[in-house]
């Protein structure tokens, strides 16, 4: 049965990328029916577990060390210590001890939760090796894992093995309901509604006939569907789910009302409270948040509050969600005394204001430049002995860069130390900013070389503040050396970081140079090795300062080296300069540049000092333009 680019029948199975294999492979894809069969009855070429130590293992039987240390990695995956359940597995083999099947599925479970999907092919080695045999409950968190990481076609390849090849291990209403809830979040709906119908429909190639949809499976195919914006089909599974006798509960109507209110038809989704209680549903914080937010999105927030008195009636009490996202819908409207309305009516509801609540208060005061309030909302929120986090540090910060106040910017990173806030990579970004646009690239060299430091590790905005920083200064070099740092540092160049160089040496005439040796575009796409936009290399932190303060001193160079010398008096010529030794001190480096030729398509960049100065932001740049806009 081929559905959709998934043929959902034993004879092959498709994986992510569209490719066909046989069946029976390995859960790992690596070897056949036939060679596992070898493997378990004869050893294969499977390395056998290592030798145990403890003898009640050693004999097969049940060991209660084994038994106590699973128990201790459940205790901690539900602690969120996932990494720790997975060290304390390790310890099980260190101390001779073979983990039991129940073990390896405890395993699996905490490395799921920390994305560590890499680690699947050795763990299902391990139990092939150690001749453990799968049962239902493993075969269930195996397809969950591959869901979570996307991997759509090696979890039908696992139901698949799960039904034909390992009798009295079927899959279950949670097997379904996995795979229906993974073609839904992948936005396949389509296949979502298939897996349904064959689970419905009993036939299945013999694998359903005695698993039927519960509620929990109609609710995760109504998301599917609403999650695509497709409604008429949510409304079709509500009704074929009524013919069967199972009734919407309230997550069906809080999932068709956020469909809508997402489609900006919030006024349906209010509707549907109505349909609730004819059904003798009561509402939820949920439904009533949806409908809230819904009405702030589409800008009708008199609505949204009308909504927020009405739950009283309804017997249902607001929560500090709802007042959250109501106070922001009018703080981004600009609508302050409505805000003072909101928290007075919080108040009255007996609604104790969260980290939240004061953040987007920060936020609306630091936009518009307001620092007194700001800071008046902070105090507040300390004495509510609620502790700010690096994103309200990061708000701060931003709104003392809009007002021309890099240095106060800075100070909150040392009042962060002090109170034990480690700063995010956000607050370093929006401090550089803040000393690039008042053209004071020494001290955001400083700072970046603070944030290294510290083990913050930069990410493209980072380097692109530096770059804009450098080319407002007319010192494209520099923004040119920064690039290269970029580069080695395993963070990913854009087009529109390549521009922004291009553009810098656009700012001081030199067209040529704007052109130049950028590097290919398939370059400009290839990644680099083995990193990625939060890979850190491996090299000291002040590398990046040290070169930056090398470009500093580039003159000897450019006046010596006749292969440079043109671009050096084409710049000072440029920036009107008299003698080409009045910019000695910060010259263009040498014209030998490593990359190679790219053609870049450039218009002007418009500049105002002026203009920044008042701003105070950072960029948001295209191919075509460069224009100011506040850090976010």
């Known amino acids: 049965m081929l559905q959709d680019g998934i043929q959902l029948t034993p004879a092959s199975t498709s994986n992510s990328t569209g490719k066909t294999r046989n069946k029976g492979k390995e859960l790992n894809g690596s070897a056949s029916t036939e060679e596992e069969e070898k493997r378990q009855g004869n050893g294969g070429d499977a390395q056998p577990p290592p030798a145990s130590t403890c003898t009640t293992c050693a004999k097969g039987h049940t060991c209660q060390a084994v038994v106590s240390r699973t128990r201790e990695m459940r205790s901690l995956i539900d602690a969120k210590k996932s990494h720790q359940a997975q060290a304390l597995f390790g310890h099980l083999a260190d101390e001779g001890h073979r983990p039991s099947l129940v073990t390896y599925t405890t395993l699996l479970t905490a490395v799921t939760n920390q994305r560590a999907f890499e680690a699947i092919p050795s763990l299902l080695a391990g139990i092939d090796a150690a001749g453990l045999r799968p049962d239902a409950i493993f075969f269930n968190a195996l397809i969950n894992s591959f869901v979570e990481a996307g991997r759509m076609g090696e979890a039908t390849s696992t139901f698949w093995k799960m039904s034909r090849h390992h009798p009295g291990c079927r899959p279950t209403i949670s097997t379904f309901n996995t795979l229906i809830k993974g073609f839904g979040i992948a936005g396949r709906p389509d296949e979502s509604q298939r897996i349904f119908d064959m689970m419905a429909g009993g036939d299945g190639a013999g694998v359903a006939s005695t698993v039927r949809p519960n509620l929990t499976t109609y609710n995760i195919l109504v998301k599917a569907w609403c999650d695509h914006r497709r409604l008429e089909e949510a409304w079709g599974v509500v009704g074929r789910m009524r013919a069967r006798g199972v009734e919407p509960d309230v997550v069906t109507y809080n999932t068709v009302a956020s ?115 700001c800071s008046k909302v902070f105090d507040t929120m300390v004495e509510a002995r609620i502790e700010p986090d690096p994103q309200v540090y990061s708000i701060l910060a931003k709104g003392h860069v809009r007002a021309q106040q890099p240095g106060k910017a800075e100070e909150l990173l040392e009042r962060m130390r002090r109170l034990g806030v480690r700063p995010n990579v956000v607050t370093f970004t929006t401090v550089i900013s803040g000393w690039c646009s008042v053209a004071d690239m020494d001290n955001a060299a400083r700072v970046y070389k603070k944030m290294r430091d510290a083990g913050v590790r930069p990410n493209l905005r980072t380097f692109e503040t530096l770059i804009w920083g450098y080319s407002e200064q007319k010192q494209p070099w520099k923004a040119e050396e920064v690039l290269r740092m970029m580069q080695e540092a395993g963070v990913r160049p854009k087009q529109s970081t390549y521009s922004l160089v291009a553009d810098a040496w656009k700012a001081v005439g030199l067209v040529k140079n704007a052109n130049r040796n950028l590097g290919s575009p398939d370059d400009r796409r290839r990644p680099a090795p083995n990193a990625s936009d939060h890979d850190e290399p491996d090299r000291r932190p002040d590398d990046d300062d040290d070169k930056l303060q090398r470009s500093g001193r580039a003159s000897e160079q450019a006046t010596s080296d006749p292969s440079s010398r043109a671009s050096f008096v084409q710049v000072t010529s440029a920036l009107g300069t008299g ?39 950072l960029y948001s740049h295209s191919i075509s333009s460069i224009k100011m806009v506040f850090l976010s």
């Open 259 to 373: 469909a809508y209110a997402k489609n900006d038809e919030t006024w349906r989704a209010e509707e549907l409270v109505v349909e609730m209680v004819r059904a003798r549903l009561r509402t939820s914080e949920r439904t009533w948040g949806i409908i809230v937010g819904g009405y702030c999105r589409e800008g009708r927030l008199e609505e949204a509050l009308r909504c927020v008195r009405q739950m009283k009636d309804a017997g249902v009490l607001p929560n500090v969600i709802v007042f959250n996202t109501l106070l922001k819908g009018f703080l981004d409207a600009n609508d302050t005394a409505a805000a003072d309305d909101v928290l007075g009516l919080m108040e009255q509801f007996g609604i104790e204001p969260d980290i939240v609540t004061y953040s987007h208060q920060l936020n609306a005061f630091s936009s518009l430049g307001h620092m007194a309030k």
């Open 579 to 617: 003698r080409a030794g009045d910019f000695a001190s910060s010259a263009p480096p040498s014209s030998s540049s490593p990359w190679r030729s790219c053609q870049l398509r450039l218009r002007s960049s418009g500049f105002c000092r002026e203009r920044r100065q008042k701003q105070g932001g």
